[in-house]
């Protein structure tokens, strides 16, 4: 970063050198504001007759410069995508010294482009450097290599790089790979995934933790807790950066990915295009981006490099709203930059392999090994002779093994990273090795499914039914569009079991009293229902927020829901219990707000044609309505496809003696 700050320092030199060229530049393009707003500046000669400051041979007509700066690549280079919210065409990173114009960072539109490039075939030509480090060929290399092709007609003289050499030098890139932690999501961050890149040497024996890699992230601060984290990366309180590490330090950095499967993509790019991408993760190291959780996150940001690296891609033009990264990897195939992927396990699916292997006795011992050499008081050769008693070679290696895993999972997840855990460790490591190379365990023989391969991240549904209540029954139908991403009645094909996350789905109904009504809108429900096992016990726990219609004035309220408990797995599906609390605000009749508590009792199934599920929730109002909340719910679902599923759902939803049932039959499409 101090190399990247002092090459700037010199580089201001260009900038002011140019800014008279630049400022006539941008003056006659503003003559030109209604050519300019229609995207089409070719009917202005104006700058037909400039010269440069900074070289002696004449540079490019104005049209030849205009005609360069509409190629889609060197808008990608610059990273001038089209803003949604502003409703403007600007270059998305934020940094003043990413462009060599000092009036660049300012414009929108197409002058943007042509006023950078004209001020970059300017000081590319510009020889004159005490350090070469600090010249624009040095730090802009891959608009440089680029600009070279687009312009043969001029006389280029390469400048020596030593900084930028030695750095790709180092990596010594041959190819790419996309790296996909799957979603975490107990992580706000990463609930829906995570992707980065890793930058392959060609010796085959290379180690891969050792080749480095490209991440982009927020750039947050280190003591803001989640809570604080989640509503900044939400509003764009972060900037988001790259950066470049080696990969086993990125694993370390981003512990709970040893805790999650990964998938590897290793990307169909080619020599000069895998060089293009090193010399463009150069120009944006230390320099700033916008960085949202859902549009400007790291897959996006991922997808935006490789176009900036590949003219045969152009993968981030479809995510103005959202860059879900499921998303983003089934581009790339469509794209054709990704055909296969690698799989590596998480420390977790090795242990529950290891789990239905192993049997309850041996499970019990591992985990008694390292649960009690965390005392600093205890006796490891004791403690690992009494857990061995008894067990046959077979079993004393696979109780060794599993507790090897589990002292590693205690180590991280746990944060029990003491001597004593550490001392356990090279004693079960050093007892294993006494029994040689024998396998306890057979390679593992479930891969679970791509996240990519599940259904689509939006759902459009239609349904039909019929409500009864207070003597009357009605018949309705209803349309509903969900932006994402996943519910537990969903296909479960790709997905973490027990997951739900569901942001912004809006239902309509129209019944046969009224006209067509906004029913039900959730802004989020996260839901986290992984079951406990014999190692693990995760905590369930669920948040959900939006608006619905009230069942006494049919008017729209708000509510959120929170809740903690746990769920427990069975042959016949999963059964779960959550503590929860209820805020409701708005829509009542009398007073216009309530708090309630209680127990919320359910039971979820997915399998891989048939998914279910049934919940019941009793909620007696603790503060403001005094008003007694039932429901119990019910949901079969029936799918062969990803793509498409059918529904049957049965409610009964109760507040004090107002009872309303609804039936209902819905068609999901899932893209």
């Keep these: 970063m101090m190399m990247y700050q002092q090459g700037f320092a010199g580089f201001r030199v260009v900038a002011a050198a140019i800014g008279d060229f630049t400022a006539r530049v941008t003056a006659l393009l503003l003559c030109s504001a209604a050519a300019v707003a229609a995207g089409d500046l ?9 010269a440069p400051a900074l070289s002696n041979q004449p540079l490019p007509e104005l049209q030849r410069l205009q005609d360069v700066s509409r190629q889609q690549q060197w808008a990608h280079l610059l990273h001038y995508r089209y803003h949604p919210y502003s409703l403007s065409w600007r270059s998305q990173n934020d940094s003043r010294a990413f462009f060599i114009s000092p009036d660049a960072p300012d414009m929108r539109g197409p002058q943007q482009l042509l006023t950078e490039l004209a001020a970059d075939v300017t000081a590319f030509q510009n ?3 005490d350090n070469p480090n600090d010249s624009a060929q040095c730090r802009f290399p891959a608009r440089y290599h680029w600009v070279k092709e687009q312009f043969p007609e001029l006389t280029w003289q390469d400048l020596s790089c030593p900084d930028f050499n030695e750095w790709a030098g180092k990596i010594d890139a041959d190819s790419l790979t996309l790296i996909f932690p799957a979603s975490h999501i107990n992580s706000p961050s990463s609930m829906y ?69 990964v998938w590897e993509f290793p990307l169909l790019l080619n020599k000069p295009e895998v060089e293009q991408f090193v010399r463009h993760i150069w120009e944006v190291q230390g320099t700033e981006f916008d960085y949202y959780f859902f549009d400007e996150n790291c897959s996006y940001r991922v997808l935006a490099f490789i176009d900036a690296a590949s003219e045969r891609s152009d993968a981030a033009r479809h995510f103005n709203f959202t860059a879900i990264p499921v998303d983003t990897i089934r581009e790339l195939e469509a794209e054709g930059l990704i055909e296969s992927a690698d799989f590596r396990p998480s420390a977790a699916t090795l242990m529950t392999q290891m789990i ?65 855990i550490r001392n356990a460790t090279l004693g079960i490591l050093g007892a294993r090795s006494e029994l040689g190379g024998l396998e306890p365990y057979p390679p593992l ?8 391969q599940g259904h689509g991240s939006r759902r459009v549904s239609l349904a039909g039914g019929s409500v009864s209540g207070q003597g009357k029954q ?53 839901r986290s229902l992984s079951a406990r096992d014999e190692l693990f016990r995760p905590i369930s726990w669920e948040v959900d927020a939006g608006f619905e219609r009230r069942l006494d004035s049919h008017k729209m309220g708000g509510y959120l829901d929170i809740g903690f408990g746990g769920t427990w797995q069975t042959s016949v599906g999963n059964p779960w219990l959550l503590a929860k609390a209820s805020l409701d605000w708005g829509g009542f009749n009398g007073v216009n707000w309530g708090m309630a508590v209680g127990p919320e009792l359910g039971w979820y199934f997915q399998g891989d044609v048939i998914q279910s599920r049934i919940l019941a929730r009793w909620q007696p109002e603790l503060l403001g309505r005094s008003v007694n909340k039932r429901l119990l719910e019910g949901e079969l679902a029936w799918s062969q496809d990803v793509r498409w599923q059918m529904r049957f759902g049965v409610a009964r939803e109760l507040e004090d003696k107002q009872a309303l049932t609804t039936v209902s039959m819905t068609s999901n499409w899932y893209f």
């Design 42 to 50: 070719s009917g202005s000669d104006a700058l037909a007759g400039y």
């Design 474 to 526: 009605q018949q309705y139908a209803g349309l509903s569009f969900r932006p994402a991403y996943h519910d537990l009645v969903d296909p479960a094909y790709g997905f973490v079991p027990g997951s739900q996350i569901v942001m912004g789905q809006m239902d309509f109904r129209w019944q046969q009293s009224s006209s067509i009504q906004l029913q039900h809108f959730t802004a989020i429900n996260v």
């Design 127 to 129: 020889l004159q450097w």
């Design 445 to 452: 023989d479930k891969i679970p499914a791509r996240d990519d």
């Design 193 to 261: 995934g995570h992707t980065l890149i890793r930058m392959d040497r060609a010796d085959p024996a290379s180690s891969k933790l050792l080749a480095f890699s490209v991440n982009f992230a927020a750039n947050a601060d280190p003591d803001d807790n989640e809570l604080v984290f989640s509503a900044k990366g939400l509003g764009g309180g972060y900037p988001g950066v790259a950066t470049v590490m080696r990969y086993h330090e990125k694993t370390r950095e981003y512990q709970h990915m040893e805790y999650r499967n």
């Design 356 to 420: 239905d292997y192993a049997g309850p006795e041996v499970v019990r011992r591992a985990v008694s090994l390292v649960d009690e050499s965390l005392d600093p008081q205890a006796d490891f050769p004791a403690l690992l002779e009494q857990q061995l008693s008894g067990l046959d070679k077979l079993e004393q290696a696979r109780m060794l093994e599993l507790a090897y895993q589990y002292a590693r999972y205690t180590a991280i997840k746990k944060k029990q990273n003491g001597p004593a």
